[in-house]
């Protein structure tokens, strides 16, 4: 009985999710230093047309908005190319009138040429709906989405749209990644964004695979977006729902990596939470409808390995999930069953350790290309290995729920000033202090290696309601 419930812990929590990192490891280093060779391809002449620029605006601080002019005052000065500016605003009219008038005047102040501020009021409400009114209102045939607290280089236009002139209907940037706070969390997201980027996007890319559309930084060809329908309005991730009809529909995704979009990841842990489960569901709700209607129906021409991966692509959660499960419980059953569940078999042992040996050195090697000190990127794997843990149960909740509902609200993450209100997570003290009183009655029964794997885990979320939000002083 005890060897039946170890092997189905072993095969259904504990390798699912360190094989999913597995594979991400082996996909960073194979992509990592093959280049993509671009074909020949006939000019489109989109090059030389205009560009649109469409920004969505709900819940976001005024001083945002305003630091999202002026970037762009800065970057489009320099454009040889036609441009507009359209920022489209789902906020109660009297706060969008406000930041209407706000940002009119300094867009005029500044220079900005071409800017436009749509207040919508009609049509049904949400984020894809607002990209489609966008979509609907532009003027010219390239069109760039971004996030308000994005913020673009002075080349990243002109190098999406060179991207698109190599005959691709989307391309996507790299995204650089920054903070308002120096906190531990915001910095230490900066540099995880270089291994995810790395990961997920450059190395996919270098090896032929599937590349789905990121919601900032990622430039489309108009002439696809209305031939795929525009985004759907019943999904919560819009970017990686939009792959599945892109590829569905026999379109292509191209990816920039010398080209760069700035983009504002969170320095307080509600807030990461925030952004992380609204991610996990939409990864596997786009799994569970968008891929499965518009992807399978393709999957002879896009390969057998190409299909799978994007699978995978899509799972992207489900090892923070099944982590959850069992930290969950793993603990108790050993209580129960007095045995020391995690004593694995050599097999299991071994698997387990060159797996997650390989992971940690594609997380080391991607970080090693930011010059940072050895020191700094053992503790900066850390600090990502104890966010990474404090997150898991709430990416378990939201995994369920995209499991068996089909819609939750959709929550703008927090930013700027707004952050520093939201205050403290209470539901992580409670899972620390299960995993302590778990962890006491493990090391009573002598369950010495569960006991280890409880304590190293524990340790990680005690670091994260301590440390996380401290300022880093540079």
């Given at each position: 009985m005890i060897e039946v419930v170890r092997l189905l812990i072993y095969v259904f929590l504990i390798m699912p999710s360190i094989l999913i990192?597995?594979?991400?490891?082996?996909?960073?280093?194979?992509?990592?230093?093959?280049?993509?060779?671009?074909?020949?391809?006939?000019?489109?002449?989109?090059?030389?047309?205009?560009?649109s620029i469409i920004v969505l605006v709900k819940n976001e601080p005024e001083h945002i908005i305003l630091e999202l002019i002026s970037n762009l005052s800065k970057s489009l000065d320099v454009l040889n190319h036609?441009?507009?500016?359209?920022?489209?605003?789902?906020?109660?009219?009297?706060?969008a009138l406000r930041l209407k008038k706000a940002s009119e005047e300094y867009a005029s102040k500044l220079g900005l040429r071409n800017f436009r501020f749509l207040i919508r009021t009609e049509g049904p409400k949400g984020r894809a709906?607002?990209?489609?009114?966008?979509?609907?209102?532009?003027?010219?045939?390239?069109?760039l989405f971004m996030d308000a607290d994005s913020r673009l280089r002075k080349d990243t236009i002109p190098k999406l749209a060179s991207c698109v002139e190599l005959g691709y209907d989307v391309c996507v940037a790299r995204w650089l990644g920054y903070s308002y706070k120096n906190t531990k969390l915001g910095v230490s997201l900066t540099y995880s964004m270089k291994y995810v980027v790395d990961t997920l996007y450059k190395c996919r890319y270098n090896l032929g695979l599937m590349v789905f559309p990121l919601g900032t930084g990622t430039m489309y060809r108009k002439d696809t977006l209305l031939k795929v329908g525009l985004w759907e309005?019943?999904?919560?991730?819009?970017?990686?729902?939009?792959?599945?009809?892109?590829?569905?529909?026999?379109?292509?995704?191209?990816?920039?990596?010398?080209?760069?979009?700035?983009?504002?990841?969170?320095?307080?842990?509600?807030?990461?939470?925030?952004?992380?489960?609204?991610?996990?569901?939409?990864?596997?709700?786009t799994l569970?409808?968008?891929?499965?209607?518009?992807?399978?129906?393709?999957?002879?021409?896009?390969?057998?390995?190409?299909f799978v991966e994007g699978a995978i692509f899509l799972l992207q959660y489900v090892p923070l999930a099944t982590l959850s499960i069992s930290l969950i419980l793993v603990p108790i059953l050993s209580i129960l069953l007095r045995d020391d569940i995690m004593r694995m078999n050599i097999y299991f042992l071994s698997a387990f350790s060159i797996m997650t040996l390989t992971y940690g050195l594609s997380l080391y090697d991607s970080l090693k290309e930011l010059k940072l000190s050895e020191i700094k990127i053992l503790k900066s794997m850390g600090t990502i290995a104890a966010f990474t843990t404090s997150i898991s149960p709430y990416i378990l909740i939201q995994t369920v729920k995209a499991l068996f509902r089909n819609k939750i609200p959709y929550v703008v993450t927090p930013k700027g000033e707004r952050e520093s209100a939201l205050g403290k997570d209470k539901y992580l003290v409670l899972f620390a202090t299960y995993l302590s009183v778990v962890l006491v009655c493990n090391i009573i029964l002598r369950n010495y290696l569960t006991s280890l794997?409880?304590?190293?885990?524990?340790?990680?979320?005690?670091?994260?309601l301590l440390r996380l939000e401290k300022l880093v002083h540079s």
């Open positions: 990192m597995f594979i991400h490891s082996i996909i960073y280093f194979l992509g990592k230093k093959k280049a993509k060779k671009e074909e020949t391809r006939v000019s489109t002449g989109l090059l030389n047309s205009g560009v036609e441009y507009e500016v359209l920022i489209v605003c789902d906020d109660p009219p009297e706060i709906a607002a990209l489609n009114y966008g979509v609907l209102n532009s003027r010219y045939e390239l069109i309005t019943d999904v919560v991730q819009d970017d990686m729902y939009m792959g599945t009809k892109l590829y569905g529909m026999g379109c292509s995704v191209g990816y920039s990596d010398d080209t760069l979009v700035e983009v504002s990841v969170p320095s307080s842990f509600k807030a990461f939470i925030v952004q992380q489960a609204r991610w996990a569901f939409g990864a596997i709700e569970k409808k968008g891929y499965l209607k518009y992807v399978v129906k393709r999957s002879k021409e896009l390969g057998l390995l190409r794997w409880i304590g190293a885990f524990l340790a990680g979320i005690l670091y994260s």
